[in-house]
């Protein structure tokens, strides 16, 4: 079992849905969560984290994690067809980033 | 705030040659990791430099090796290059919070 788990999708929504995207992961230990947005041939960009449980909020974005679960998600509203990318969730084991494969989104107009 | 770059953006290597790949880190920050991403795959860690000194391997081979300067710039070399070795690398620069990772644009390393 791999410890980050993310569909690849590719999951194609038309400008302004509310977009869904989830992981899960293994380790109960786990307290980071990351979401990360990589632009094609780009790096990633980290665009939230979030402890332990709970939801956060940023802008559009907002980040949710169910630790009973192990679930982990990333909510876009009013998607944007410039929120087209690769977005990886990850989560910090001893300092060393451990991120799932991807699920590329592709919004359009 | 000058942010994390690398270099090269593009490299082509054949096989059993050995390469060798730079980053600089964000102003502050004093961590390194380093992280091989394959087409269509999620970041894989390879080592993290803190201090100058190597802080953590992930499940790569000795030919992978690095090196963290005062300036907390880094190297990653390669050594007996594979075909398998062709990936994205990418470097990530962290402070004292090492869950808050800011990758640079990566090298795109080719092995023929």
């Known amino acids: 079992q791999k410890e980050v788990e993310q569909d690849p999708g590719p999951l194609s929504v038309p400008e302004g849905a509310i977009v869904s995207l989830n992981c899960t992961y293994s380790?109960?230990?786990?307290?980071?969560f990351m979401w990360y947005r990589q632009y094609s041939r780009k790096g990633p960009e980290l665009l939230m984290y979030?402890?332990?449980?709970g939801n956060k909020e940023d802008g559009r974005f907002t980040a949710q994690v169910d630790k009973s679960s192990k679930y982990i998600s990333l909510f876009i509203r009013d998607s944007q067809p410039s929120d087209s990318a690769t977005y990886l969730c990850?989560?910090?084991?001893?300092?060393?980033?451990?991120f799932g494969t991807g699920t590329r989104l592709q919004v359009f107009p | 705030e000058t942010g994390v770059t690398q270099s090269p953006t593009h490299l082509i290597k054949t096989r059993g040659q050995q390469v060798t790949l730079r980053c600089s880190s964000q102003?502050?920050?004093?961590?390194v990791s380093w992280y091989q991403q394959a087409l269509g795959q999620g970041p894989q860690f390879i080592f993290q430099?803190?201090?100058?000194?190597?802080?953590g391997r992930g499940n790569f081979p000795p030919r992978f090796s690095g090196l963290q300067f005062p300036n907390y710039s880094s190297e990653l070399n390669v050594n007996a290059l594979e075909l398998d070795d062709s990936a994205l690398y990418l470097c990530?620069?962290?402070?004292?919070?090492?869950?808050?990772?800011?990758f640079g644009p990566g090298t795109r390393l080719t092995v023929l």
């Open positions: 990530a620069s962290s402070s004292v919070k090492r869950h808050e990772q800011f």
């Open positions: 380790n109960s230990a786990f307290q980071y």
């Open positions: 979030t402890y332990s449980s």
């Open positions: 990850a989560t910090e084991d001893t300092d060393k980033l451990i």
């Open positions: 102003s502050g920050h004093n961590t």
């Open positions: 430099y803190y201090r100058e000194e190597e802080n």
